[in-house]
């Protein structure tokens, strides 16, 4: 279980990390998360555009291709912002006097190790609403594992992930499908048609969507959490 106990756990220390507030965290990663938002919307709008006019080269659209670099951007900012907000909040469980959690240095490995990383941060997400609920009385410090895990979070994951199976999925059949053609010529063709560009791009819709609406759930996951802990910090008091 020592991956459960804090760094002071484990030198035998007895003090507690301090409460932290993660408000400011959340205000500026709901921000970047917002705006990935808009660049998606404005990527599906474009690329919408592009299914109904059968203009399928990308290269005679800048516009998208700047979009499209910008989104990553703000995702990578969000990403790490997230990290700092994971670790944080982690901590404050912890100050709340919950036991059998992840350390906060581990809330934010698991998001890097394959094929952890599939379940771990969500059961992290888990960790977190389950012990900042203001309602859970840490007497001991395990009354958080008899809490009922949260809906939003497993609708969140599941349509977080979505995009990553539904694309290996989409590779496997496309592939397959590609390997039935009788030769090079006849399968260069295909992936220039106009049917194959259209059905990429209505791949790409669905997903860009998929990732939408998982941005939105995890706004209100972490909006929840923090709002949670600065009460619960004030019970503490």
């Known amino acids: 279980m020592w991956l459960y106990k804090t ?34 919307i404005i990527s599906i709008a474009i690329q919408s555009y592009l299914t109904l006019s059968g203009e399928y080269n990308l290269q005679l659209d800048p516009i998208l291709r700047v979009i499209t670099t910008f989104t990553s951007i703000i995702t990578i900012l969000a990403f790490i912002i997230s990290l700092f907000w994971y670790y944080r909040a982690s901590k404050n469980i912890h100050s709340f006097g919950a036991k059998q959690v992840w350390r906060p240095i581990l809330s934010v490995i698991w998001w890097f190790i394959p094929p952890l990383n599939l379940y771990l941060p969500y059961d992290v997400t888990q960790q977190f609403w389950k012990a900042s609920n203001p309602q859970t009385k840490l007497v001991i410090g395990n009354e958080w594992k008899d809490i009922a895990s949260s809906n939003i979070i497993k609708l969140w994951w599941i349509l977080f992930l979505s995009p990553l199976f539904g694309g290996l999925i989409f590779g496997l059949v496309y592939g397959v499908g590609l390997g039935l053609i009788p030769n090079d010529l006849e399968e260069e063709s295909f992936m220039q ?31 929840l959490i923090s709002t949670w802990q600065e009460l619960k910090s004030g019970i503490s008091i």
């Open 193 to 223: 048609s106009n049917r194959s560009l259209l059905v990429f791009s209505m791949v790409s819709i669905a997903f860009s969507v998929t990732s939408i609406i998982s941005y939105i759930y995890f706004i209100k996951i972490i909006r």
């Open 7 to 40: 760094a002071k756990d484990i030198r035998g220390e007895s003090r507690i990390p301090s409460f932290r507030s993660i408000s400011n965290r959340t205000i500026w990663l709901e921000r970047f998360i917002i705006a990935t938002i808009i660049c998606d």
